[in-house]
């Protein structure tokens, strides 16, 4: 009888908040949009030809189509089980505060317990999907291989959780449904410091490109040219002696910027999975890609993306703190005298997994779209510096093109055979 009491509050909350309803078939909808496209992925990696225009061997080549097929399959994986695991605690999450009710366990307490029980969550599937958290500084990306419970990591989840819960917690216990002007001026301010701690730790850790000894003099003296005639300090380029691959990122904030060059990028990477290929690029090509990063500052795509990410978490924000302001014993378990914040923390958990993969794919359109500028600045700045060279050796390294479709919804670049052709065709009108 009890069960059957439940599925009928069930039914009544649906009925009372169809924007809730219609919030969650959104979510549902484009989970399973994301995964056919995963599955679409799959079917086409495993048809996908040998590049005539690169050099790589019949077995190296039939060796990276069976990884990328199998990691194409775990990414359904994967994403699967990530979404289904939040789906999981947040419909769960009613019923567990009617349990600590049952038990005796405060509100607060129990308040407490659930950032703790998120913070483990985003901590063990962060691997798997990337979760709802603070949006980490332009190119971070590079840390993305960066262990679980590494303390880097582990402080990144715990704020991400913190950041908004215990700001919400106490606004909305001062002026309730107004305590969403200061959670958002918190988002702002959390924001602002998050970015300038990681140029911070990022300037700490490079070696200014003067100093270092794997350059030449000749490209010290080009570059010190180029980067005064694009209003930038020697000091704001360097590079980064870490694990991280061939890569290079910018990153600023208004004014307070930094470009790095990795030492893999500048001595060599040799193709773990086809150890007959060593990236090699010349030091033209080093210098078009940090033309390509001076692009980033010069657009201001930090600020930007800061801006962007600022604005979405603010709209989720005002809307939690006004859609989920009625009496908690409205919805299903909630009993009344509950304390409002549990139901905010419920609804945010709500906004967090039925907007992940919208948001996801609305920021890496963006995301394509400034690395498209960024590029563009290269060619008007720098273009006859062989900066196609880079994305036609990383062809090498990942010679099966993903499916345009799966691209659109998961690549934070444009594809490298796409981008290579674009500065081919340029170089011909352009360079003698």
Same mark, same amino acid.
């Given at each position: ?21 219609? !919030? ?5 909808? /484009? ?26 061997? %019949? ?13 194409? &399959? ?40 659930? &950032? ?191 801006? &962007? ?32 914040? !549990? ?5 945010? /958990? ?12 609305? &920021?890496?359109?963006? /995301? ?6 960024? %590029? ?27 499916? /345009? ?28």
């Amino acid at each position: 009888m009890e069960f059957f009491e439940t599925l009928q509050n069930v039914w009544t909350v649906v009925l009372q908040y169809k924007w809730l309803t219609a !919030l969650v078939i959104f979510g549902v909808t /484009s989970f399973v949009i994301y995964r056919l496209v995963d599955f679409l992925q799959y079917l086409h990696t495993n048809k996908f030809p040998k590049p005539d225009d690169i050099k790589i061997t %019949d077995d190296a080549f039939k060796d990276k189509k069976r990884r990328k097929s199998s990691r194409s &399959m775990k990414t359904i994986w994967k994403g699967a089980s990530s979404w289904g695991g939040q789906l999981v605690f947040i419909t769960s999450i009613p019923f567990l505060v009617h349990w600590c009710n049952q038990k005796g366990i405060t509100d607060g307490y129990v308040y407490m317990i659930l &950032m703790g029980l998120s913070f483990l969550l985003n901590l063990m599937l962060s691997k798997l999907f990337p979760l709802w958290t603070p949006v980490r500084p332009y190119a971070c990306r590079a840390f993305q291989n960066e262990k679980t419970l590494q303390p880097g990591n582990m402080a990144f989840h715990f704020w991400g959780i913190v950041s908004w819960s215990v700001p919400a917690y106490f606004f909305w216990d001062y002026f309730q449904v107004n305590g969403w002007i200061g959670s958002v001026f918190f988002i702002v301010i959390s924001q602002l410091i998050q970015v300038g701690l990681f140029i911070y730790s990022i300037k700490k850790a490079a070696i200014p490109y003067l100093e270092y000894p794997g350059l030449s003099d000749n490209f010290k003296k080009n570059m010190q040219k180029y980067l005064k005639e694009h209003g930038m300090r020697d000091s704001e380029v360097g590079v980064l002696r870490m694990n991280m691959g061939p890569n290079a990122f910018a990153t600023s904030l208004l004014g307070y910027k930094q470009i790095v060059i990795t030492e893999e990028l500048i001595q060599g990477y040799k193709d773990p999975t086809n150890p007959e290929y060593t990236l090699q690029l010349s030091e033209d090509t080093i210098e078009a890609i940090t033309s390509h990063e001076v692009g980033h500052i010069k657009h201001r795509h930090v600020e930007k993306g800061i801006t &962007m990410g600022i604005l979405i978490s603010s709209a989720v924000t005002i809307a939690v703190y006004h859609l989920f302001s009625a009496d908690p014993s409205n919805y299903v378990l909630f009993k009344e005298g509950t304390s409002q914040q !549990l139901l905010l923390y419920w609804g945010q /958990s709500i906004f967090n997994t039925m907007l992940l993969y919208p948001i996801t794919f609305m &920021m890496l359109f963006i /995301s394509r779209r400034k690395e498209t500028q960024a %590029d563009t600045y290269l060619l008007n700045s720098n273009g006859c510096k062989n900066g196609k060279d880079f994305f036609h050796q990383i062809r090498h390294i990942a010679p099966v093109n993903n499916l /345009s479709l799966w691209h659109s919804c998961n690549g934070t670049h444009p594809p490298a055979h796409e981008r290579e052709k674009r500065m081919l065709e340029w170089e011909k009108e352009h360079c003698k």
